[in-house]
């Protein structure tokens, strides 16, 4: 269910930021923005992971689709 929410409604700006942070391979710097939007340090070391993991899938779809 979370995934279809997720497909329709996008990410919320934050994430979006993380993701291209992510991108540029900066990890801590990741960990350090969602902290201050999560503030839960454990909460913030799960949300890249998850980020990265959608980064992946998108990545592997555009693979397929060229």
Known sequence: MRDMIGEVCGFAPYEQRAMELLKMSKDKRTLKFIKKWVHTHISAKRKPEK??????????AAAKKN
């Open 51 to 60: 980020l990265s993991n959608v980064l992946a899938t998108m990545r592997k």
